[in-house]
Nanobody, 124 residues
Framework: QLVESGGGLVQAGGSLRLSCVAS????????IGWFRQAPGKEREGVSC????????NYADSVKDRFIISRDNVKNVVYLQMNSLKPEDTAVYYC???????????????????WGQGTQVTVSS
């Protein structure tokens, strides 16, 4: 089970840090992705991190503003979101990739375990 937390309401320009905690299994070595979905829009791959944490990938829309990291000892993956914009408003999900690979994909295909999501709302 993956559980996201850290969402909330923030003004534009503010910051939030999302956490994705795995319980019942270890996500060590598996890539983890963060995805978001806004009302009426398709799900978007925001960022992902490799199992070892040595490879990260970001959507152009969040590059230089968001930072993904992981603590395999604590079984947690974080998404630090800075300089938030109203267009970042969405439900954010974390997911664990099904296979051991060196990098990480930002497409949803191949991610088998998903959290329930946490709402992020950015006001203008």
């Amino acid at each position: 089970q993956l559980v996201e937390s850290g969402g909330g309401l923030v003004q534009a320009g503010g910051s939030l840090r999302l956490s994705c905690v795995a319980s019942g299994f270890t996500v060590e070595k598996y890539p983890i992705g963060w995805f978001r979905q806004a009302p009426g829009k398709e799900r978007e791959g925001v960022s992902c991190i490799s199992g070892r944490g040595d490879f990260t990938n970001y959507a152009d829309s969040v590059k230089d503003r968001f930072i993904i990291s992981r603590d395999n000892v604590k079984n947690v993956v974080y998404l630090q979101m800075n300089s938030l914009k109203p267009e970042d408003t969405a439900v954010y999900y974390c997911a664990s990739y099904n296979w051991l690979i060196r990098g990480c994909p930002r497409t949803a295909s191949g991610y088998g375990y998903w959290g329930q999501g946490t709402q992020v709302t950015v006001s203008s």
